[in-house]
Structures are given as structure tokens and as C-alpha cells.
Nanobody
Framework: QVQLVESGGGLVQTGGSLTLSCQGS????????MGWFRETGGNERELMAA????????RYSKSVKDRFAISRDNAKNTVYLQMNSLKPEDTAVYYC?????????????????WGQGTQVTVSS
């Protein structure tokens, strides 16, 4: 059974930082591109960051580029999202995702596995 378990969400003030973690089990973690999506209200989940299976290629949404950093530790089956300079508009549920290894362009239609989500709230 595949599980992606997120942690690290919470409440932070504008300008603060948080680090999200996602640990995978039941899958060959090294063989997946990993990503972080976020969802607000009834909107579709949007990809914020993705990292290739070997960790050498990353992709970011324009809204978080230069503020967020994605990384992975394949020995620990874990992917991280370091979030800096947080803004109220970053408030969302953040989801960890595992997708095909041949692309860092993850979408809601090519993701293989999802985490349960973790709430991030940025107060103004």
C-alpha cells in the first residue's frame, strides 16, 4: 500500500517560514518525480514545485519561485518544501504528489499518488 505522509503545516505570520516534509512508503521512491501542489477553496490543485527522481531538475510555479525550495532525500524516502517569505495568499492545503519519472511537469492528471494534505495558514 502506497502512502505519502505530509507534515510540517501550521499557522505562521506574514514573512515567516515553514518546511513541509513528505515521507513515502510502499513505492520505489527513487523512481518518481515528486511534487507539491496546493489547493484553495474550490479551485483545482496547482503545482507549486516539482523535483526529478534524481534531484537534479526542479520546476516552480511563478508565484513561489525564489521563495520556495524543493529538495529530496532518497535515502529517507522524503521530499521537502522550504517556504520562505510567506504571504497570506500562500494559505492553502498543500499536497505531496508522486508522478512519472520522465517529466517534472506534474499535473493533476498524471500524478500517480497523493498525500492526504497539510494545512498552511499565513496570517496578515
Amino acid at each position: 500500500q502506497v502512502q505519502l505522509v505530509e507534515s510540517g503545516g501550521g499557522l505562521v505570520q506574514t514573512g515567516g517560514s515553514l518546511t513541509l516534509s513528505c515521507q513515502g512508503s510502499g513505492l520505489d521512491f527513487n523512481s518518481y518525480t515528486m511534487g507539491w501542489f496546493r489547493e484553495t477553496g474550490g479551485n483545482e490543485r496547482e503545482l507549486m514545485a516539482a523535483i526529478s527522481y534524481h534531484g537534479t531538475t526542479t520546476r516552480y510555479s511563478k508565484s513561489v519561485k525564489d521563495r520556495f525550495a524543493i529538495s529530496r532525500d532518497n535515502a529517507k524516502n522524503t521530499v521537502y518544501l522550504q517556504m520562505n517569505s510567506l504571504k497570506p495568499e500562500d494559505t492553502a492545503v498543500y499536497y505531496c504528489a508522486a508522478g512519472p519519472k520522465d517529466t517534472v511537469i506534474l499535473t493533476t492528471t498524471n500524478v500517480h499518488y497523493w498525500g492526504q494534505g497539510t494545512q498552511v495558514t499565513v496570517s496578515s
